[in-house]
């Protein structure tokens, strides 16, 4: 789990990690998934689709910014199952 444990701002350092390293389609995508839910869950589940579709698209995105995606996914994870 992340250290701030500050889903929304991680989405959004994510989404800022991610347009910095040439990705704004991405950084957009993520931040559409959070503005586009209507219930926390919804929220949540979106952004991790959107994150796990990120890695999977094998982009040249750096090993931090990997690690900052992987930690989301792993938050979100903590967060909703029990």
């Known amino acids: ?3 701030s444990c500050d889903l929304h701002g991680d989405a959004a350092a994510l989404a800022r990690s991610v ?3 040439g990705f704004p389609d991405w ?13 926390g869950t919804e929220i949540l589940m ?5 994150t796990k579709k990120l890695l999977r698209a094998r982009l040249p995105l750096s ?6 995606a992987r930690g989301l996914v792993a938050a979100i ?3 909703v199952r029990p």
């Open 63 to 68: 090993a931090p910014v990997r690690a900052q």
């Open 1 to 3: 789990m992340t250290a």
């Open 27 to 39: 950084g957009r995508a993520l931040e559409d998934a959070v503005a586009g839910g209507c219930t």
């Open 19 to 21: 347009r910095d390293e």
């Open 46 to 50: 979106a952004l991790r689709w959107t």
């Open 77 to 79: 994870d903590d967060t």
